[in-house]
């Protein structure tokens, strides 16, 4: 895949499944973009693509702390959330299937903040 390709099908994604949020994508080079969706004040997700290697990363970031990923440095895996430490195999996703999963995750995440709240 270019980086056009992966711009266009991210931008997509990220109008279907954030429509509230703010993606800001910058192509560094023909080859190689950086992707930030603006999802709040403390969260949000960082993007990287490189198209001579097809290295891709998705991180949600949370008060500055990662708290899931996806990449493909070594094989795709995902970087659970609450042990973003782990690697853990996965298919390849593309950027929709990523962006779902993080959306997922976000669901938990703000399911949890509510259960310690309650606390």
């Not at 997509?12 to 800001?24: I, V």
């Amino acid at each position: 895949m270019d980086a056009i390709t992966f711009s266009s099908l991210l931008g997509e994604a990220a109008k279907e499944l954030f429509p509230q949020a703010r993606l800001q994508i910058s192509i560094t080079r023909i080859t190689r973009l950086k992707a930030r969706l603006n999802l709040s004040a403390d969260r949000y997700v960082d993007i990287f693509f490189r198209e001579e290697t097809q290295r891709v990363d998705y991180a949600l970031i949370v008060s500055g702390e990662r708290v899931f990923g996806l990449d493909n440095l070594g094989g795709w895996h995902c970087h659970p959330f609450g042990a973003t430490e782990q690697h853990i195999p996965c298919a390849e996703p593309t950027p929709e299937e990523a962006l779902k999963r993080i959306k997922q995750v976000i669901g938990l995440e703000e399911e949890l903040r509510m259960m310690q709240k309650s606390l």
